[in-house]
């Protein structure tokens, strides 16, 4: 674990440069929120382009908005798509994941509620 020195700081939202022993609620939740969005806009276009491989070739029957209506051969290639997808998609996905973790787990130390008095 690194040692820090008084007054030096690090790169980690919702830390207050006052007083290190204290934590911004507010920087905590906005860093949350904004790595949710961030994640949410890597799933939507993960998503589409998935959708985009299954239309390719889709029987007539099927619509594309209407996933009770895909057939085997569509989710095939959907499925086909988000293997291929995985390595562009996954890695900074899971680690969008790994920082929400850490940041609800610091806004859930005891002593972060004492952070806003």
């Not at 507010?26 to 806009?41: F, H, P, T």
């Amino acid at each position: 674990m690194t040692y820090l020195r008084p007054g030096s700081s690090i790169a980690i939202p919702g830390t207050r440069h006052a007083h290190p022993s204290r934590l911004d609620l507010q920087g905590l939740r906005a860093g949350i929120a904004e790595r949710r969005r961030k994640l949410l806009d890597l799933e939507l276009a993960m998503v589409a382009e998935c959708e985009a491989q299954a239309a390719r070739g889709r029987a007539p029957a099927v619509q594309m908005h209407d996933r009770e209506t895909w057939d085997r051969a569509t989710w095939d290639r959907y499925l086909a798509a988000a293997a291929a997808l995985e390595d562009q998609y996954g890695p900074p996905m899971r680690r969008l994941l790994r920082e929400i973790d850490q940041l609800e787990r610091l806004l859930a130390l005891p002593f972060a509620s004492d952070a806003a008095a």
